[in-house]
């Protein structure tokens, strides 16, 4: 009789335990992203580059205290090559004047996905 008892409840508990292996087997499926899926979205991307003023000055260097080259205005168009902290070396292609511009006022615009 404790025999049957005893392969009675390992039968039950055995019962039990299956349900719980495949929920975990279940869960754990959709965390793999489907072979067609991109690997970057568009959302994910950084903004286009964006003046937040009309007018910046375009400097030698990363620095305040540089040499003034000329004025970035707002409407002209222009190509980020690098950065360095808060500055951002471009250039204006609208006057062709490479230099040194201030991230306060030159910025990317952000987008992010709403899923």
């Known amino acids: ?3 049957t008892r ?3 409840c390992t ?6 335990a299956l349900p719980m292996a495949d929920a975990t087997a279940a869960s754990a499926a959709p965390a793999t992203a489907p072979a067609s899926a ?3 979205r568009d959302c994910d991307q950084p ?3 964006t003046m937040g003023t009309r007018a910046v000055t375009i400097r030698s260097r990363a ?4 040499t003034a080259l000329g004025i970035l ?15 951002h070396y471009l250039t204006d ?10 991230g306060a006022y030159v910025y990317r615009n952000g987008s992010f996905c709403l899923d």
Do not use: K
């Open 93 to 102: 292609r609208t006057t062709g004047i490479t230099g040194w511009v201030s």
């Open 47 to 49: 903004g286009d580059w």
């Open 38 to 40: 991109p690997l970057i």
């Open 1 to 3: 009789m404790r025999l």
């Open 63 to 66: 620095t305040t205290h540089s």
């Open 73 to 87: 205005y707002q409407g002209h168009r222009f190509t980020v090559h690098s950065t360095r902290g808060e500055w």
């Open 6 to 8: 005893t392969a009675l």
């Open 11 to 16: 039968a039950a508990l055995a019962a039990l």
